[in-house]
């Protein structure tokens, strides 16, 4: 837009000044951290118009006053700028022989789309530095005996710390770029729990559980539906619907402790009791092919209190996936075809998080120890009834308000702590390969 009003501005350390293109005038200006070249007519109109995008990272001794560690230098270079800039030179390939596929051209575009603020922020960054730099060098240069020399070097340092202060918020942006969102990150969940040590007890505390997942599902704006609660094997399925569910409630996978005085505990004894957790996410027809000579679907008559209808037809269903012996049932609901759809979802949930927990542990990279893997055999929280103590054993995270907790209005800081120790610990990841 600036070559077709032909008007560039460049701001200096005298101020700012104007160019205007009149007669077939050529130029070429660097802008910023980005070259423009054209050629405009006396008419305004554009006849040759092109952008280098890309552009150079400042060297590495202008970084001192950045947070970015000078190792990344390179990989920011080479895998964000350089990167963009070759892919949009691709997407704008329109010949026959070299174009793009159209399913290839989609996701180059994504990924075009998805570095556009991170090389936007490193471009601003850049800037910013250099700025530094050059004020730095500017009050180096001025003589102290000089008349005004004082004025001039205190106005330098004040548009230094001005400018440092914008650096901080566009380092945020660039370091969260860097890891990009797991694409299940955005999906709905099933969430399963099983009672584990602990009788009766243990079954108390799923249900408390899962009226403290309910409540924390509507303090986010989120769909809570119940999809089976059985009392013969005392486990509950439930799903959950949203903006980032599984983002937010995946490290919820594995043993919870819970540790107090049960009512029936004559002599005060504190006893202790597990239950286990799965968050598994919700899986599409794309996600997981099953095929249905491996199914075998069975009905039978619910069982339990539901009065009549309950325990008068073959409503309920059972799903099982012959190959893995996995099987599902669901009753909760009177329509034998609405079950039958709750099982197939919860199938499809339970197949993709074995095919995914296979992957990552093919790739032990991606469990960290520090942050929790999500497997079902590792104690994660304990809650402390008569301490009133909830303890994080991932992050070393401790609050003491069991009934804030049990609300579902401390979960979430419980939550944004685990999301922190996986940035933390994606970004050495990044540092590593750079």
Request: with cysteine; proline share 3%.
């Amino acid at each position: 837009r600036k070559a077709v009003n032909c008007v560039l501005k460049h701001r200096g350390r005298e101020g700012s000044r104007l160019w205007s293109a009149k007669v077939n005038v050529k130029f070429e200006v660097n802008y910023g951290c980005g070259n423009w070249n054209g050629i405009i007519n006396n008419r305004m109109n554009l006849r040759r118009y092109s952008i280098q995008e890309g552009f150079v990272l400042p060297e590495k001794s202008k970084w001192k006053h950045s947070g970015i560690k000078s190792s990344l230098i390179p990989y920011l270079q080479s895998q964000c700028i350089d990167k963009q800039v070759n892919l949009r030179e691709a997407l704008s390939d329109h010949s026959p022989e070299t174009r793009l596929p159209s399913n290839e051209r989609q996701a180059v575009s994504k990924e075009v789309q998805r570095l556009e603020p991170l090389v936007s922020s490193l471009r601003k960054l850049s800037s910013h530095l250099e700025t530094i730099y050059e004020l730095e060098q500017e009050i180096a240069s001025i003589p102290s005996s000089s008349p005004g020399s004082k004025e001039l070097k205190q106005e330098a340092a004040s548009e230094i710390s001005d400018t440092k202060e914008l650096i901080g918020p566009l380092e945020d942006i660039i370091m969260g770029s860097l890891v990009p969102e797991s694409p299940e990150d955005s999906k709905n969940i099933i969430l399963e729990m099983r009672p584990g040590a602990g009788g009766d007890e243990s079954v108390l505390f799923v249900n408390e559980l899962m009226i403290m997942y309910s409540k924390y599902a509507a303090n986010q704006g989120w769909k809570f539906d119940i999809y089976d609660k059985s009392d013969s094997s005392r486990k509950v399925v439930a799903s959950i619907t949203g903006k980032e569910v599984f983002k937010r409630l995946k490290f919820e996978s594995g043993v919870h402790r819970v540790q107090r005085v049960p009512k029936t505990e004559k002599q005060g004894r504190i006893h202790t009791s597990t239950i286990t957790v799965a968050i598994m996410p919700e899986a599409k027809d794309a996600d997981v092919k099953i095929n249905a000579s491996d199914i075998r679907v069975d009905t039978f008559r619910s069982q339990g209190a539901g009065g009549q209808h309950v325990n008068k037809t073959d409503s309920a269903v059972r799903v099982t996936h012959i190959p893995t012996g996995i099987s599902v049932s669901i009753q909760d609901e009177r329509s034998q075809h609405t079950n039958k759809d709750r099982a197939m979802k919860i199938l499809r949930a339970k197949l993709w998080d074995m095919e995914r927990n296979k992957l990552a542990e093919e790739r032990s990279s991606e469990r960290k120890a520090l942050v929790g893997t999500g497997d079902r055999s590792e104690k994660i929280r304990t809650y402390n009834f008569p301490q009133s103590r909830i303890t994080d054993h991932r992050v070393n995270k401790t609050k003491n308000d069991i009934t804030r907790m049990m609300n579902g209005d401390l979960l979430d800081e419980f939550v944004q702590a685990l999301l922190e120790m996986e940035m933390t610990e994606k970004m050495k990841d990044v540092i590593e390969k750079a």
